[in-house]
């Protein structure tokens, strides 16, 4: 699976942090969209409701990452791909 297209380098402020943020992120969305095209096309065009309408590219790049993953752990259990750990799978 290639993230040459996503994870690019776009301007020499880029840290290796935030490129590892954005891995993190798109793997966890490979978990939800397997189509690699429609998944880069939501990280970068999707804007996101329960994030302030910020697409995934925009929160990873201001540090929100973790919201993002967040996200996407939640959607996951909405669809039935993964079982609620804890009191909230009672």
Known sequence: MSYAQIVDIRSAADSPARK???WQVLREAARVEPDEARR???????????LDLQTAE????????????????GVKVDLGLEIPAG????
């Open 40 to 50: 880069i096309a939501w990280y970068r065009d999707d804007p996101i409701e329960h």
């Open 87 to 90: 009191f909230v799978a009672f």
């Open 58 to 73: 925009v929160l990873v790049e201001s540090g929100r990452y973790e919201e993002v993953l967040a996200f996407l752990r």
């Open 20 to 22: 590892s943020h954005a």
